[in-house]
């Protein structure tokens, strides 16, 4: 079977869910929260010089688990809770059969043993479903989509996906993810508290593409808690202090997102730890005839396609007021508008959660000004 064939051939075995608005589940309805501890059994996981990732992502999803359980309204449903061995399918299929609302994978962060930086990197990240493939979300997706080769026939069961073939992700492309917004929406909720509450570095919300993300219809994330390869953070990784400080800033972030889509006013003493940050403020768009005035302005940029992408599109992860310019035959997406770089700069604190490569640039005339 050649590559395009069993990409379609997958692509239609994908769950088709219908999209969930942003707003209150039926009445008398749980929300329902999946918490997925990642790796478990003979499945390690990242290796640290005290404990390794399977311990750290069962002890925080087990503490986020106790907290989400004392809220009324909230279903907690984990995919494990001992050290036990679940196939990634198998994650999928407990979170869809839980009809669940919000879909949270743990995972530990880790990279090469022959890094430069291994034990200086550090911070956490948190991942949805996207078409992002940069070599080091890339690179993350391989090795927690790789678990798979643990499993017995393991190519039978996820119809010959090689994880550690890019041209396998090519599937990844042909899906539609329903809950993008929604995703990115919690995603963002958590990223801000476990800088906040945690103390972590945020390195952002990111796109990768995970296949537990992928078979789970509902909104879903995947959170890389920090680098357990850096002594200093696997300390904070392996104390029973620092696995309930991320426990209570996943949960302060699953919260901030659960009231916002019941419309609900988030408790005063539940936001002590946390930080507001300012979302865009969704300036003005300059219109042609401004563009042609001869005026300087300033604009976020944040992403590179090779072609023209619709307006509303998906892979802009929710932003509005996003324009484009041609630059060397690719097409430059940019946000906002604005008279200086400091005027910039808070909205480029909220594009950089969700790009982080996200960059303010000077255009004069519809044309990037170097």
Excluded at 124 to 134: I, N
Excluded at 181 to 191: D, K, L, P, Y
Aim: charged share 25%; net charge positive; proline share 4%.
């Amino acid at each position: 079977m050649n590559l395009l064939r069993l990409a379609i051939c997958i692509f239609l075995m994908i769950p088709v869910a219908l999209a969930r608005p942003l707003h209150a589940q039926a009445a008398g309805k749980d929300f329902v929260v999946v918490i997925d501890a990642g790796h478990g059994g003979h499945d390690a996981g990242a290796p640290g010089a005290v404990t390794n990732e399977k311990t750290v992502n069962l002890a925080v999803a087990n503490l986020l688990g106790a907290r989400l359980k004392k809220e009324p309204g909230i279903k907690v449903v984990f995919t494990r809770t001992d050290d036990r061995f679940v196939t990634l399918q198998g994650r999928a299929n407990m979170a869809n059969k839980a009809d669940g609302d919000l879909f949270i994978s743990i995972h530990t962060n880790s990279v090469d043993a022959k890094s430069k930086n291994r034990t200086t990197v550090r911070g956490s990240a948190v991942y949805t479903l996207g078409l992002d493939r940069t070599d080091d979300n890339l690179a993350v997706a391989m090795r927690e989509n790789s678990v798979m080769k643990l499993e017995n026939d393991y190519s039978t069961t996820y119809e010959g996906f090689d994880p550690n073939s890019a041209e396998s992700y090519i599937i990844f492309e042909l899906s539609q993810n329903k809950h993008m917004q929604q995703s990115v929406t919690a995603a963002q909720a958590v990223a801000k508290e476990l800088a906040a509450t945690a103390g972590r570095k945020n390195n952002g919300v990111r796109q990768a593409n995970f296949w537990v993300l992928l078979k789970t219809a509902m909104p879903s994330m995947l959170v890389e808690l920090d680098f357990i390869c850096n002594p200093t953070e696997e300390k904070f990784l392996a104390s029973r202090s620092g696995q309930d400080k991320l426990a209570k800033a996943i949960y302060n972030g699953v919260m901030d997102y659960y009231n916002r889509v019941n419309k609900k006013p988030r408790r005063q003493d539940e936001r002590k730890t946390t930080v507001k940050q300012p979302e865009p403020k969704a300036s003005a768009k300059v219109s042609d005839a401004d563009d042609d005035s001869g005026r300087i302005v300033y604009r976020i940029q944040f992403m590179t396609a090779p072609k023209q992408l619709r307006d509303g599109s998906r892979e802009f992860k929710g932003l509005k007021n996003v324009d484009s310019y041609s630059e060397r035959g690719m097409r430059k997406y940019t946000y906002g508008t604005y008279s200086s770089p400091a005027e910039a700069s808070a909205d480029l604190r909220h594009v950089k959660t969700l790009f982080p490569d996200a960059f303010v640039i000077k255009m004069k005339g519809g044309k990037r000004v170097y």
